[in-house]
Structure formats: structure tokens, C-alpha cells
């Protein structure tokens, strides 16, 4: 067996005992309503892979425009979809979470404001890729837009939901600069993090080799 396959069973492996210790090891967190907490340990991972993809999808656009190579497109789109992904997983995570906590699934709080517009963006870059047959001046478009799009990221993720008054609960690392988690709690969602990373990367890896074969395919049939 190769180390690749080794690693994916020890990424799984990791993944159960993640959700294990999500429901049987840590102790719900105070200040939340019933089991609710739990839901942080899934919210957490999949919002912090979201930005973490998009950034991705940044770095990636600009290296197609440097080196104009097809592969970094292929990278950069896959890199997106990843982050659209996990950007509606955070949103119905965060959705349930609401239910739970006040009542209803959407309560227009600007956290879930602007994963909406974030998650309307990415979409359009999705959209404008299905709409230009030529791929190189696809690719070239695409990346533009992708850049473009990211900048938005850090204003609507970071700075838009702390400037307005939000339902939502501090982070665990809070405004104080502390964390107000137990132990447990905080182990597993650590672990839960890296998890989720990892997964990610097997997702990222995965999508380039399925893009790479469709982009080859494509070139040959010019």
C-alpha cells in the first residue's frame, strides 16, 4: 500500500473519532441552549475551510495570469467549488444553530447576511465560467473575477459582522482575546479543524487530477 492510501485511512479514521468526541467526550459549552454546542464543532471547521479554499482560489488566479499555465485554472476553480461547498455547509450548520437558539433558521443576522452575499458571489464565478465556451479567455476572466471576489471575503466574513450588533456568539477566540471554552471542548474542536483541513485537501487534491484529465481531454479536441 502507498503512503497516499495509509493517509486517507488515517484521515478517515481521524474523522470518526472527531465525531465520536463531538457527542460523547466534550460537554456542552455554557451559555448555549441544550445540546447546541455540538453544532460548533461542525460550523467552525467547514466556515474556516470556506475562506481558507477561497484564499486558495486567490493564490491560484494569480498564478494563472503570471504563468498561464491551463492547471492553475483548473486549481483555482476547483479551489472554489470547494469553498461553495463548505460555505452552504457553514449556512446550514449555522441555520440549525439559529433554530436552536432563537427560534428561527433565518433571522437575517449579519453573519448570515453575509455568507449569503459571499455565497451569491462565488456562485456568479461559477456562472461566468459556464457562460464563455473559449477556454483560454475563460480561464483568463475567471481568474480576474476570482481576485476580484476574494477581496470582498475578509470585509464580509471579518469585519461587517463586528462593525453591526449579531445574534451570533463570540468566536473562541473572543474580543477579550481569551478562550472561554473547557478543555474538552476546545480539544475537540482543534481536532475537529484539523480534520476538516485535512479532508479538504484530499477533496482539492482529488478535484485537480479529475480537472487535469477533463483539461487534457478538452485540449485534444481543439
Same mark, same amino acid.
Given at each position: 500500500m502507498r503512503v497516499t492510501t495509509y493517509l486517507k485511512f488515517a484521515l478517515l479514521?481521524?474523522?470518526?473519532?472527531?465525531?465520536?468526541?463531538?457527542?460523547? @467526550?466534550?460537554?456542552?459549552?455554557?451559555?448555549f441552549m441544550g445540546q447546541s454546542s455540538r453544532i460548533v464543532f461542525?460550523?467552525?471547521?467547514? =466556515?474556516?475551510?470556506?475562506?481558507?479554499?477561497?484564499?486558495?482560489?486567490? &493564490?491560484t488566479s494569480v498564478m494563472y495570469l503570471w504563468r498561464r499555465d491551463p492547471i492553475d485554472d483548473v486549481r483555482?476553480?476547483?479551489?472554489?467549488?470547494?469553498?461553495?461547498?463548505? =460555505?452552504?455547509?457553514?449556512?446550514?450548520?449555522?441555520?440549525?444553530?439559529?433554530?436552536?437558539?432563537?427560534?428561527? *433558521?433565518?433571522?437575517?443576522?449579519?453573519?448570515?447576511?453575509?455568507?449569503?452575499?459571499?455565497?451569491?458571489? @462565488?456562485a456568479a464565478y461559477f456562472a461566468l465560467r459556464g457562460a464563455i465556451p473559449d477556454p483560454e479567455r475563460r480561464a483568463?476572466?475567471? =481568474?480576474?473575477?476570482?481576485?476580484?471576489?476574494? &477581496?470582498?471575503?475578509?470585509?464580509?466574513?471579518?469585519? &461587517?459582522?463586528?462593525? *453591526?450588533?449579531?445574534?451570533?456568539p463570540d468566536t473562541i477566540i473572543n474580543t477579550r482575546g481569551a478562550n472561554e471554552f473547557d478543555s474538552r471542548y476546545t480539544q475537540v474542536l482543534m481536532a475537529s479543524l484539523a480534520a476538516f483541513t485535512g479532508l479538504s485537501a484530499w477533496l482539492y487534491s482529488l478535484g485537480?487530477?479529475?480537472? =487535469?484529465?477533463?483539461?487534457?481531454?478538452?485540449?485534444?479536441?481543439?
Amino acid at each position: 500500500m502507498r503512503v497516499t492510501t495509509y493517509l486517507k485511512f488515517a484521515l478517515l479514521a481521524w474523522m470518526g473519532l472527531v465525531i465520536w468526541a463531538a457527542f460523547f @467526550y466534550a460537554q456542552p459549552a455554557e451559555g448555549f441552549m441544550g445540546q447546541s454546542s455540538r453544532i460548533v464543532f461542525f460550523h467552525v471547521p467547514t =466556515a474556516w475551510v470556506c475562506f481558507l479554499a477561497f484564499l486558495v482560489s486567490c &493564490v491560484t488566479s494569480v498564478m494563472y495570469l503570471w504563468r498561464r499555465d491551463p492547471i492553475d485554472d483548473v486549481r483555482a476553480s476547483v479551489s472554489a467549488g470547494l469553498g461553495l461547498l463548505m =460555505a452552504v455547509l457553514a449556512t446550514v450548520t449555522g441555520a440549525i444553530f439559529a433554530k436552536i437558539m432563537w427560534g428561527a *433558521y433565518w433571522n437575517w443576522d449579519p453573519r448570515q447576511t453575509s455568507i449569503t452575499i459571499v455565497l451569491l458571489i @462565488y456562485a456568479a464565478y461559477f456562472a461566468l465560467r459556464g457562460a464563455i465556451p473559449d477556454p483560454e479567455r475563460r480561464a483568463t476572466l475567471a =481568474a480576474v473575477y476570482a481576485i476580484l471576489a476574494f &477581496v470582498t471575503v475578509p470585509f464580509l466574513v471579518f469585519i &461587517v459582522p463586528r462593525i *453591526y450588533f449579531s445574534l451570533h456568539p463570540d468566536t473562541i477566540i473572543n474580543t477579550r482575546g481569551a478562550n472561554e471554552f473547557d478543555s474538552r471542548y476546545t480539544q475537540v474542536l482543534m481536532a475537529s479543524l484539523a480534520a476538516f483541513t485535512g479532508l479538504s485537501a484530499w477533496l482539492y487534491s482529488l478535484g485537480c487530477r479529475i480537472g =487535469a484529465i477533463k483539461e487534457r481531454k478538452e485540449q485534444e479536441m481543439l
